[in-house]
């Protein structure tokens, strides 16, 4: 601390300077904050005072530096000194714009800037500068598993960026089911008719890439390692054994087509039957000519039945829609009618879904006399050498049957995502999925899945980004998708994965804190070995070492906190984030005696969709209680409960958190941050109870970045009730 200087400046821009009182919000800072410089400035992100700042940091010799003034979320490239520790005081949307207007609130509103002020520098007394990660691993080479238009159009993209790649196919060859397709879906003008696939053009450019080697018939049977140092083991079926070192991982492993056989009501099995992808087939040998059945039959009629074994509510098929199907079976439907304009061609759907410029393409099938019926097939039966479709006519309401020599059902796509660790083994499936990463991790051999079996990634925020930091899904294995979705994915992935191995290089957190230079640092010696830190993680960036201590990769953190939350001894910190630079701020502030009738409400805000939504409010200029002091945290998963036990002790009134969204559709950006909070806080009642108050004192809500009304409305409420409960009785004892 010796060699530190810590220093304050004051922003009065923004109207700030004509409410408060900057000499007494100077004074804090320099007597209670011990700052040792103290700066205030008209216009503090104008060049004329980030200058200051510089020039302080330079000649005066400055290594922290508290700016109070805007949200820590505005002016970040002004106020952005990479030599020194820097804190925010956020007097601008958290005090000005949410505080009612007029002299008779002119004395709350400054409390709460001087409180501000307070816990800004409490909290950069307690930080460190962020030196990044001390284990950098400069591997950039980029590995894809699986060559279908997925993985290959991730590969082209890596490549033609100046990243070598490897793909891993366990096919003799590349190309996946998109080779194996007769044309594919328009994606460019003209929209109205079937186009090539391309696929061999694509396959080329792949194979003679400078910058791309492939491994055919190849599988992948150890995955160890982390962003910038993942050692893969490829085994090959020659029997040979090959280990890469990789930067980053795509996993492009596709998808396999649900089993007709299991509709054996929409006549699954029956040789008139056949799903979306047996028809491509026939289609090729067709060769554009007449589509003939697999016993030779030349088709004159087919039947195709939408939504097969899809968006079932029963829970024996699949839930979701695939997304591709209505699309794809128009394209098949004009092979028919492009061949033989005579055959009669019927597809029976319940809702047609066709996205982008599907209209042009719906249209042009129906002019070339493909029939459209609003229908829901219940079953489907043999009728001498042809099929009987049975269904309900959702138009003229009335049961109906047709014959059709061939049945053709949209099944949907089951993506390949290997061994679901999220499930026990009594509830996998009786045909267990092979691996597909064999990763070595102590968390289980493939990525987590959602409930669908779909490969887990942050389908709203951070797509392609999955549990496993620096390993990303992309194409159907993730979500149902068409080709031309696909290729959007992949390049998405290729862009992620470029990014983690250039964050890998220089010691910085991947996502969703890009660039974060802070690590984990655990105290060994106070380590109570409980392995919380170690089984809480969402990310698998903590293992243990021979004697059950953790230990941290830090490439695969994402810089949550969640470990320092969990941690019940509180060993675990970062430089700039920490049980103490919290905790500091909670202990700062000059809390009003049992009688003021001015109660203090913490409220511990995600950073991520809370304290958006409160920048937010105030913007909107919602106004809500002048009592409540907000703490941005990482992650409410961050949350250690000492920091509600010190704020209690401490005499504050009432606790709130606001969180992401928790559950299958979680919104939370570090995926189980939210619901750990939910769960360790479920336990804090008894804290409550031996301190003899109320379990209201703490509530937790689930917050959407768009909610900045609604988080006025919930502060408001909350500080409506502290007022019903009353004054926390531990003032008496502060």
């Not at 366990?170 to 186009?195: H, I, N, S, T």
């Not at 102590?442 to 930091?469: V, W």
């Not at 970062?574 to 919290?582: I, K, L, R």
């Not at 991520?608 to 920048?615: H, I, R, T, V």
Request: proline letters at 4%; hydrophobic letters at 40%.
């Amino acid at each position: 601390m010796a060699d530190n200087k810590f220093a304050a400046y004051l922003c009065a821009g923004c109207g700030l300077g004509e409410v408060l009182d900057y000499k007494a919000l100077e004074k804090i800072a320099l007597k209670e904050g011990k700052m040792q410089l103290v700066r205030r400035h008209d216009f503090l992100c104008s060049a004329e005072g980030v200058q200051g700042i510089r020039d302080d940091i330079e000649k005066e010799g400055v290594t922290h530096v508290m700016i109070a003034g805007c949200s820590r979320r505005a002016k970040t490239e002004a106020f952005h000194f990479p030599t020194t520790a820097l804190a925010r005081a956020n007097l601008r949307e958290g005090v000005l714009w949410i505080v009612a207007a007029g002299s008779a609130h002119d004395e709350v509103r400054q409390e709460m800037a001087d409180d501000y002020v307070r816990m800004g520098c409490a909290e950069l007394k307690k930080m460190k500068l962020p030196t990044g990660n001390p284990d950098r691993a400069a591997n950039k080479r980029i590995l894809v598993v699986g060559g279908g238009i997925t993985g290959l159009t991730a590969a082209v993209e890596a490549a033609e960026t100046g990243y070598e790649v490897l793909v891993v196919e366990k096919e003799q060859q590349l190309g996946g089911w998109a080779a194996k397709l007769y044309q594919r879906v328009p994606f460019r003008e003209p929209f109205d008719q079937p186009q090539p696939t391309a696929m061999a053009e694509l396959i080329a450019r792949v194979v003679d890439h400078p910058r791309v080697s492939v491994y055919l018939g190849s599988t992948l049977a150890e995955t160890a390692g982390a962003p910038g140092r993942f050692a893969v083991k490829i085994a090959q079926e020659s029997g040979t054994v090959t280990q890469e070192t990789v930067g980053a991982i795509i996993q492009a492993s596709g998808f396999s087509t649900y089993d007709i056989t299991r509709l054996p009501e929409l006549g699954g099995g029956l040789p008139g039957v056949v799903d979306q992808a047996g028809l491509e087939a026939l289609a090729v040998a067709g060769k554009g000519g007449a589509i003939q059945r697999a016993d030779g039959r030349v088709v004159q009629s087919v039947a195709f039945v939408q939504c097969a074994g899809q968006r079932d509510e029963t829970g024996a098929h699949l839930p979701y829609c695939s997304g591709h199907c209505c699309a794809t079976s128009v394209k098949q439907a004009m092979y028919f009618k492009d061949a033989n304009p005579d055959v009669d061609t019927v597809v029976l759907y319940t809702d047609l879904r066709l996205p982008g410029m599907g209209e042009d393409f719906y249209r042009s099938a129906q002019n070339k006399g493909v029939t459209f019926t609003k229908g829901k097939v219940s079953k489907v039966t043999s009728q001498g050498d042809a099929c009987s479709v049975h269904f309900r006519d959702l138009i003229l309401d009335e049961d109906v049957s047709i014959n059709a020599d061939l049945v053709v059902l949209a099944t949907g796509q089951v993506p390949n995502s290997g061994v679901n660790i999220d499930l026990p083994d009594e509830k996998q499936p009786e045909v267990k999925p092979i691996s597909i990463l064999n990763l070595n991790y102590r968390q289980g051999k493939d990525l987590p899945q959602l409930k669908a079996g779909l490969t887990d990634s942050h389908f709203i925020c951070f797509p392609y980004e999955t549990r496993r930091t620096g390993i990303y899904a992309a194409g159907p294995v993730r979500r149902p998708m068409d080709m031309a979705q696909a290729t959007d994915d992949a390049a998405g992935a290729a862009l992620k994965a470029i990014q983690a191995v250039e964050n890998a290089a220089q010691g910085r957190a991947a996502h969703p804190r890009s660039g974060d230079l802070s690590y984990p640092i655990v105290r060994l010696e106070g380590c109570t070995q409980c392995k919380r830190c170690t089984v809480e993680c969402p990310f698998g960036a903590i293992d243990e070492d021979e004697r059950r201590f953790p230990v941290f990769n830090e490439s695969r953190c994402r810089r949550c906190g969640t470990c320092m939350g969990a941690c019940p001894v509180r060993v675990i910190s970062f430089e700039n984030y920490s049980v103490d630079t919290v905790g500091s701020q909670i202990k700062s502030l000059d809390m009003p005696d049992e009688f003021s009738e001015r109660p203090r409400i913490l409220l511990l805000a995600c950073e991520n969709d809370a304290y958006p939504a409160l920048d937010m409010a105030g913007l909107s200029r919602s106004v809500y209680s002048a009592f409540v002091r907000a703490i941005p945290v990482r992650c409410l998963g961050s949350v250690n409960t000492i920091w509600l036990t010190d704020a209690l002790n401490g005499g504050w009134d009432g606790v709130m958190m606001m969180g992401c969204k928790r559950g299958d559709d979680y919104q939370c950006h570090f995926v189980k941050g939210s619901e750990l909070a939910h769960y360790r806080m479920s336990k804090i009642d008894d804290t409550l109870k031996q301190l003899g108050l109320e379990k209201e004192r703490v509530v937790s809500f689930e917050v959407a970045i768009t909610d900045s009304q609604r988080v006025a409305a919930l502060i408001n409420d909350y500080a409506a009730t502290i007022k019903e409960l009353g004054m926390s009785p531990m003032k008496g004892f502060n």
